[in-house]
């Protein structure tokens, strides 16, 4: 026999109704509660999309802006040809992505299709001038010994960020704890100009020496850098891997030498050139600092 109940009003409920009944309320509210977050998410979504399409909107204007701009190198193939730009790596080391700025090859060397080197010189050249005129940073990264002391002269010269001992890792993954080296090291410098570690003994003092030293290793090109940069310039992007990734993770673009032995994929705008003779290097970024100066 059916239970049943008698509820407020007199009326007679089956009690296995009043369950189902339950359980149903149940399974509705469940669903509205799925479908409702499903909305939330979408919309989530539309306004992470509309977000990144707007930001994609800016950064192609700001391209196109700066692609209007242009600069007109002071040197030419023939001076690029008798610093050595043209020579290569031998054709066992080059990379297959590399091919297509190879002009021929001679004695088993790449030699490197010099037009195609001036053209990324002025592409290159173009950007930075305008990333410069925006107000911003460039950090110069050659810690190869061919490239230390080219990139610490002119990067100085236009005041701009450099490293050219050894890039350390996080340098722009982990700004924070960067910046607070070169918050340290300005204040150590500053103290040991002033009289503030007067009273310290000698070898406290020599300590403090030693620890400026580091610093200045480390992170004494950077000391003008208040953010993440927005363009880096590398000399060696196969040495510089490191720096490379660390830019392509954060959005930071990438303006490299590409040896014949790199793939010129791997940063923005790839300038095909030999990265270990003096002078190549050096008429490379003699000619990108007259950029910056434009």
Known sequence: MKKKTVNLTGKEIAEDKLVMKSKATKEKEKKEAIKKKNEALLRKAEVSKKTKEVEKKDKKEIVKKEKKLSYKLSIGMEDLFKAGCHLGHSK????????????????????????????ALEEAGAYLKGVVKRGEKVIFVGTKRQAREVVKRMAMEVNMPYVTDRWLG??????????KNI?????????????????KTKKEQSVIRKEITRLERIVGGLVSLEKIPEAIFVVDVGTEKTAVRE???????????????????????????NDDNVKSITIIVEEIIKAIKD
């Open 92 to 119: 066992s080391k080059t990379n297959p992505k590399a091919r297509e700025n190879i002009y021929t090859t001679k004695n088993k060397v790449e030699i490197f299709d010099l037009a195609k080197t001036v053209k």
């Open 170 to 179: 996080g340098t722009m993954t982990n700004w924070e704890q960067i910046k």
């Open 183 to 199: 918050t340290r090291l300005a204040s150590l410098k500053e103290g040991i100009k002033g009289d503030a570690f007067q009273q």
């Open 247 to 273: 830019a392509k993770r954060l959005g930071v673009k990438v303006i490299g030498i590409c040896d014949s032995d790199t793939d010129p994929a791997f940063v923005d705008i790839a300038i095909p050139a």
